[in-house]
């Protein structure tokens, strides 16, 4: 029902006049669709999308918090006929940009899925000035309103109030003649040649059946025409052996049976038309004089696949950028972030800088004469990872790009004091203590303790190219300061990276 108490459609010319609207019946399951949304101008697919989302809130809640709607994308896009669940984006947007509802996103399955909360709205937002009832509508097209005489209405009223009076018995009247301009037409038609005759007798029954349902002849005018210039190239056997492989071979036989056969003339000229070859002599593929395949044929047959592949390939690598561009860069995964880093992987990167501070600040605490920059290495380490997130950001840099500059940062620095250490182990300072174990699972590089003041005696370590060291050494430890360098940069590289 609506509050429009002036028929648009009156005229003056009484209550029976104009187009009329008759309730034959009531719908048992209706979706009730608010006229401000219904003359908003919405496209179709978004007014569409709205029906379905108020068909899923329940008639009975009061409470607009609670008019939420949760259906799956892909349910979506099948109601508004699209291919793909992403295409439903537009639509959504343009609703939310009505105010007609209001969205909320939601992550699932341990995070690594994202759904919508629908909040249907079916009163207009505050500050609407759109049109509310059908009112506005008609007074914002008064063309529409009273005075306004259709095309053919008289007409249409005229043959309603015929078709209520009763009908009454009439003379009989004996049939018309056949008119004089039909009995010459049918006088002066002229024989078909017996070649025209041979090749339209050779087409299939049920082709020539169809072509009298819809042309009322099995001979029209198009077709014999076609047959009668084919024949000006090819024998009439010729021409009934191509017919009669072509409704196979071109699928019309196929078309026939699924029903998909509308245009049974057009098929039959089609039949009898040379194909693309340049050659006059080829016959679909073969050539009549050698009986060989055409050459011309196997070369565009060849182009023609070359064609379709690079046409197929590029589809694919179109498709597969776009779906590209929709995964993490940082994961590679379809996170829902639309391209953009995802939370985990921003995560990660942050975990991986604070870990890089945390071991810069426990090699530190190890020395017991740690250098006065690095008192808060800690603090530095995290200081550095910000300078360059910055100085990259003012470059240009997106979100990964900070991220990996960051972490590349917090590494070095961390790598930095990582080595200090080590010096100050090579240089006899800061040994570890019994609680040699603890340093090694804390850093990764087992200790390699320096003592002094042994007797002179040769190395124990190897060179590169394992032939024994020549060297001498009074370090308790056997190893000239060489190879102890070298056993240290190995053991480093093999230890976790920073």
Known sequence: MNDFDDEPYDDGYGEDEGDQLVAEDWPTVHTPVPVWVMLAGLSAKAFLMYCFLAEHINARIQNPNRRIACPKQRAIAKVLGLADDRQVAPYRKELEALGAIRTEKYRYAGGMRQG????????????????MRLRDFYNAHPEFRAAAKWEGRTEAAKKTAAATVPAQAKPATAPKPAPARAARKKAAEVPLAPEVL?????????????????????????????????????????????????????????????GRLER?????????????????????????????????????????????????????????????????????????????????????????IAEAAERAAEDVARMKNAPAEWADAKARVLAEAEQARERVRQEGAD????????????????????????????????????????TEAATGVPS??????????????????????????????????????????????LAPSY
């Not at 391209?339 to 921003?346: D, E, H, N, R, S």
Request: aromatic fraction near 6%.
């Open 116 to 131: 919508y909360k629908y909040f249907v709205r079916y009163n207009p937002p505050a500050g609407y000035q759109g049109q």
């Open 198 to 258: 041979k090749v339209l007798e050779a087409f299939r029954p049920e082709l020539r059946e169809a072509m009298r349902e819809t042309a009322h002849t099995d001979a029209p005018k198009t077709l014999v025409t076609a047959v009668t210039k084919a024949l000006k190239e090819r024998t009439a056997e010729q021409l009934v052996t191509r017919v009669l492989r072509r409704w196979t071979t071109h699928g019309y036989a196929e078309k026939f049976e699924a």
């Open 399 to 438: 979100v990964l790009g900070q991220l990996l500059s960051a972490q590349f940062a917090a590494r070095s620095a961390a790598t930095d004091i990582h080595r200090l250490w080590l010096a100050t182990l090579d240089a006899g300072h800061d040994r570890p203590q019994e609680s040699a174990p603890e």
């Open 264 to 352: 049974p003339v057009g098929a039959a000229v089609a039949m009898l038309r040379h194909g693309e070859c340049p050659d006059a002599g080829c016959e679909d593929g073969v050539l009549l004089a050698t009986d060989e395949p055409c050459v011309l044929c196997i070369e565009r047959g060849k182009n023609y696949k070359a064609d379709y592949k690079k046409a197929r390939e590029s589809k694919k690598a179109a498709a597969a950028a776009a779906a590209a561009r929709l995964l993490c860069p940082g994961c590679e995964q379809d996170r829902g972030t639309q391209g953009a880093l995802c939370p985990l992987c921003v995560d990660r990167f942050e975990r991986d």
């Open 448 to 493: 390699m303790p320096v003592m002094g003041g042994a007797e002179p005696g040769p190395c124990s370590g190897v060179r590169w190219d394992g032939s024994p060291c020549s060297r001498t050494t009074e370090a308790e430890d056997g190893l000239c300061g060489i190879c102890r360098g070298a056993q240290m940069a190995k053991q480093e590289d």
